[in-house]
């Protein structure tokens, strides 16, 4: 299973908003492109995404219920069931803004299903070491997270974390073959030598807002 296999299994409709719907680029029909299983499941999904040109291909190709917005900022006239945003929080300038628009936009019994990477797994150890100072595989990170910083993050916008696991996300399609080599060592032989907290290298939340927070929303 990858990532968004574990997601799917969450998400809950009819209402569902995937942000950073794009993803880093355009993967149609691929396992790894969440939006488009999404949608395959949930036909009227909506999507936001800051990145206007991905959000333009998208229409294109027939996909719906688009808006061109930062996950800091967005405002839509919707409230929804279950709200997804699948490796973005650790993108952000200001990870908290996305809780505060969250909070904003989901149903008074709706969940925030959220996933990141684990920064204590093998995988982002062994990276941080060999190429230090350049801790991170991806330019574009401005944040790690490990369980306990995000969970305290998400109550200081009135959210509780309902479920919590460590998963493996493992993409077979990424160009590095020393990745692709490495992954397929962890999910054959590592998972004899290695326990999961150093083989599973991605967080996975579900978000649920305090009931008091759920009541004042019917309000």
């Not at 990532?3 to 880093?24: E, F, M, T």
């Not at 680029?25 to 999404?38: A, D, E």
């Not at 333009?56 to 945003?85: C, H, P, R, W, Y």
């Not at 990424?174 to 054959?188: E, G, H, Q």
């Amino acid at each position: 299973m990858n990532r968004n296999d574990y997601i799917l299994k969450l998400v809950a409709g009819p209402d569902v908003l995937d942000i950073g719907c794009s993803d880093h680029s355009l993967r149609i029909n691929s396992p790894y492109w969440l939006h488009g299983r999404l949608r395959n499941k949930f036909p009227s999904v909506a999507g936001v995404d800051l990145n206007n040109e991905n959000i333009k291909k998208m229409q294109e190709l027939g996909f719906e219920n688009l808006t061109v917005a930062s996950a800091e900022d967005f405002n839509l006239s919707a409230k929804f069931d279950t709200i997804v945003a699948g490796e973005l929080i650790e993108h952000l300038s200001n990870p908290g803004l996305l809780f505060a628009r969250c909070r904003e936009h989901i149903k008074p019994n709706g969940i925030l299903v959220i996933s990141t990477p684990y920064v204590f797994s093998l995988l982002n150890v062994l990276y941080a070491f060999l190429k230090y100072p350049n801790t991170c595989q991806n330019d574009e990170h401005t944040v790690w997270f490990c369980p306990k910083t995000l969970t305290e993050l998400a109550s200081r916008y009135d959210f509780y974390t309902e479920k919590f696991e460590l998963i493996e996300d493992y993409e077979f399609d990424n160009n590095s073959p020393s990745y692709r080599i490495f992954a397929r060592l962890m999910i054959t032989i590592g998972r004899i030598v290695f326990p999961a907290r150093l083989r599973k290298n991605n967080m996975l939340f579900v978000f649920k807002l305090n009931p008091k927070n759920s009541r004042d929303l019917k309000k």
